[in-house]
Antibody
Framework: QVQLAQSGAEVKKPGASVKVSCKAS????????IHWVRQAPGQGLEWVGR????????NYAQKFLGRVTLTKDTSISTVYLEVSGLNSDDTAVYYC????????????WGQGTLVTVSS | DIVMTQSPDSLAVSLGERATINCKSSQSVLYNSNNKNYLAWYQQKPGQPPKLLIY???TRESGVPDRFSGSGSGTDFTLTISSLQAEDVALYYC??????????FGQGTKLEI
């Protein structure tokens, strides 16, 4: 069965960086784009970016350009989200989600990773 | 960027009654070449990732109860729950995937009993 397993919660100081992983299993890793979506406490869902597992090409929401980097390691079926220059507004649950080939929407999600930015 | 606006922000409905949530996009999400609306609906319960309910604006995902239905085209869409059950208490989000890869969500609607 398809699974996306994310790394554990992180606590970071302002100005630091964080790297969250998302390990895919149960399907051919290179067949589907992986997106990242975040959710601040008590807030809605916000699209962060998308990575193509074949070539590693990525697209980002405008507000994250230059501060977010998506990468992948095909050998271990894992994608990564790195956020630099953290501030308190980056405190959120970060989800990875698989884009369905057939219907183009998110059909499987990771369990979420809470990133807390606090001094 | 396509901006998605949901209404209302919160909604209280009695058990067994109909619940209606609206979603409006800042530009059409209807792709003329295939006549499909690139609009989906998700349900999110506390501490869980979102769950897909509806895609192509009106196609119900496998396993989703038939009390959930989606309608609309172009810029105006509706999610209807025909007879509210206790387990339907959740947050509901619309998602446009027309401007791929730059997807965008509505702000969410909180549904309560």
């Amino acid at each position: 069965q398809v699974q996306l397993a994310q790394s554990g919660a992180e606590v970071k100081k302002p100005g630091a960086s964080v790297k969250v992983s998302c390990k895919a299993s149960g399907y051919i890793f290179t067949a589907n784009y992986i997106h990242w979506v975040r959710q601040a406490p008590g807030q809605g869902l916000e699209w962060v970016g998308r990575i193509n597992p074949v070539g590693g090409g990525a697209n980002y929401a405008q507000k994250f350009l230059g501060r977010v980097t998506l990468t992948k390691d095909t050998s271990i079926s894992t994608v990564y989200l790195e956020v630099s220059g953290l501030n308190s507004d980056d405190t959120a649950v970060y989800y990875c989600a698989r884009e369905s080939l057939a219907i183009l929407v998110y059909d499987y999600w990771g369990q979420g990773t809470l990133v807390t930015v606090s001094s | 960027d396509i901006v998605m606006t949901q209404s209302p922000d919160s909604l209280a409905v009695s058990l067994g009654e109909r619940a209606t949530i609206n979603c409006k996009s800042s530009q059409s999400v209807l792709y003329n070449s295939n006549n499909k609306n690139y609009l989906a609906w998700y349900q999110q319960k506390p501490g869980q990732p979102p769950k897909l309910l509806i895609y192509w604006a009106s196609t119900r995902e496998s396993g989703v109860p038939d009390r959930f239905s989606g309608s609309g085209s172009g810029t105006d869409f509706t999610l209807t729950i025909s007879s509210l059950q206790a387990e339907d208490v959740a947050l509901y989000y619309c998602l446009q995937y027309y401007s791929t890869p730059l997807y965008s969500f509505g702000q969410g609607t909180k549904l309560e009993i």
